[in-house]
């Protein structure tokens, strides 16, 4: 690169790590939400960028999602920092000047705020980049909201050599300025059933006749109540819900079918093996002492997001560096494939505090975009800690 290249690189990426700037990037993916697994102009808008700043986009051969490397320059461990940058299939109903172009699409969980979060701190260790201890690898993760996306990065190999990663979600609930962190479980395993039960169907008004699978489907939902409650330890927690229940077209038949479908959440891996092991048990003992039969199907979701304590510790102190409000977090029953990271390496997911009026998922949805320079500033500041801290310790022997 000449000189004259280099002057202009750098200066775009100054322009770029602006404050207002990054609302500019806020706000333009807001307008054009992408659902998981479509984020192909997000792709492109972000690789554009990055590749503006002289950032390294690296090639895993995925269809969405951006994988960039920065430092390096002098060996070093490697270390990962994370976005999702899908959106949801929601209506929004915000009113804002930027609202979604695209009907029935908005990124109602502000994942656009995580990502031009990230993008603001690859500028920033962009300008840094001589000086760090290692390489930072970026990952704009697409489909977190299937729970897909985390797995397909790490099947890419976008995890190999990877020591730690660390990941951030927008907190409405918390002001900003305000950095949520806890070592160990953050947030919840998230695991979907459909039971599908099948009796025998008959007339409505000779009921001897047939096996009732809506009955067997209501003795079932109420001794599901009985698994959380008789099985896990009161210092621990999950929950059942059975969120659907479908049977019959007729008022005046015994359908040969029912089925239930709902969601488990638990926090820790022991619990979670323990209520699915007996959800399973009721669900067919139950359904078979009435003489019906039931299968369960399983939707596979994210495990519980336990964070490293190392790394929860080291967050803490960055954040106080910073002059950000480091403070524990209570911990969420929602679920977030990150996890799925951290079942490979250690990891470290916080939240921001963002200021807003509704929670995740809400069409009106909004955030305090004074939170992204904080978001950004933290993502940054905390790689080139945890590249030191590694450096210290024995850098790549360790790997």
């Known amino acids: 690169m000449t000189s004259s290249a280099a002057e202009s690189a750098a200066l775009a990426v100054q322009e770029l790590a602006a404050a207002d700037r ?17 984020e192909y102009e997000t792709t492109a808008y972000i690789t554009s960028l990055l590749k503006q700043a002289g950032v390294k986009i690296i090639d895993y051969g995925l269809q969405t999602g951006v994988v960039a490397e920065i430092g390096g320059l002098s060996g070093g461990p490697v270390i990962a920092l994370r976005a999702d940058i899908d959106a949801l299939p929601v209506q929004e109903e915000t009113g804002l000047p930027y609202a979604s172009l695209h009907p029935g699409k ?9 990502t031009a979060a990230l993008l603001g701190a690859a500028y920033q260790l962009k300008e840094r980049e001589s000086s760090l201890k290692g390489t930072v690898r970026l990952l704009f993760q697409p489909a977190e909201e299937k729970a897909k996306g985390a797995q397909q990065v790490i099947a890419a ?8 990663v660390i990941g951030m979600h927008n907190k409405p609930d918390l002001p900003v300025g305000t950095i949520g962190i806890k070592a160990g479980p953050l947030m919840a395993a998230a695991d979907g059933f459909a039971v599908s039960i099948r009796g025998f169907g008959s007339h409505a008004a000779v009921p001897e006749a047939g096996i009732d699978p809506i009955v067997a489907a209501s003795h079932i939902v109420t001794a599901l109540q009985s698994v959380v409650s008789r099985n896990v330890s009161s210092l621990s927690s999950a929950v059942i819900s059975v969120t659907q229940i479908h049977s019959g077209n007729s008022w005046n038949i015994i359908p040969e079918t029912a089925v239930l479908e709902g969601t488990i959440r638990s926090f820790d891996e022991a619990v979670r093996s323990t209520v699915l092991r007996r959800f399973e048990e009721v669900v067919t003992g139950v359904a078979a002492a009435l003489g019906a039969e039931a299968k369960v199907r399983w939707i596979g979701g994210p495990p519980p997001v ?3 304590a190392l790394l929860a510790r080291l967050g803490e102190e960055t954040a106080a560096h910073l ?27 916080v939240f921001t505090g963002t200021a807003g009026s509704r929670e995740w998922h809400h069409p009106a ?7 992204l320079p904080v ?12 590249l030191e801290h590694y450096t210290a310790e024995g850098g790549d022997e360790h790997r």
Do not use: W
């Open 22 to 38: 990054l609302i500019e990037i806020r706000r333009h993916l807001h307008r054009h939400p992408e659902l998981s697994g479509e």
């Open 106 to 114: 908005m990124h109602a969980c502000g994942h656009d705020f995580h």
């Open 157 to 164: 190999g976008a995890l190999e050599q990877v020591r730690a």
């Open 306 to 308: 336990i964070n490293d």
């Open 323 to 349: 002059g950000y409000t480091p403070v524990v977090p209570v911990p969420s029953p929602a679920g977030e494939d990150f996890a799925f990271y951290q079942k490979a390496v250690p990891g470290l997911f």
């Open 365 to 371: 949805f909004e955030l305090d975009e004074a939170a």
């Open 375 to 386: 978001g950004a500033g933290f993502y940054s500041a905390l790689a080139v800690r945890v």
